[in-house]
């Protein structure tokens, strides 16, 4: 399964949001089910980023967002939000390389 959170905080609010991601990520990307992490910033607005990440299944992030480490980096992550987020989860039909 794949998940796209696309989130925009406010411009004087990134550093912080990159200093918890980055002092998290590893913890995100180990974490069991978790198989691909990404982070991407938006070409034109650079106060909008988005996660991009790979679960063996939808349990998997259901553990995931129920877990201790889930709780702490949200309720962290979502005091700096300058919009509220949009989340997407998909499942792969075809790829082209």
């Not at 034109?44 to 990440?53: D, G, L, P």
Request: net charge negative; glycine share 2%; aromatic share 16%.
């Amino acid at each position: 399964m794949i998940r796209v959170v696309r989130m925009e905080f406010e411009e004087d609010k990134v550093e912080a949001f990159l200093e918890n991601f980055n002092r998290h990520k590893e913890q995100i990307r180990n974490f069991p089910g978790c198989q691909y992490l990404e982070l991407w910033q938006d070409e034109n607005v650079k106060n909008i980023f988005m996660t991009y990440s790979h679960w063996k299944d939808e349990a998997s992030l259901n553990q995931y967002r129920d877990s201790e480490l889930f709780k702490s980096v949200w309720s962290f992550t979502k005091t700096l939000f300058k919009e509220k987020p949009l989340a997407f989860s998909a499942k792969k039909i075809e790829e082209l390389p």
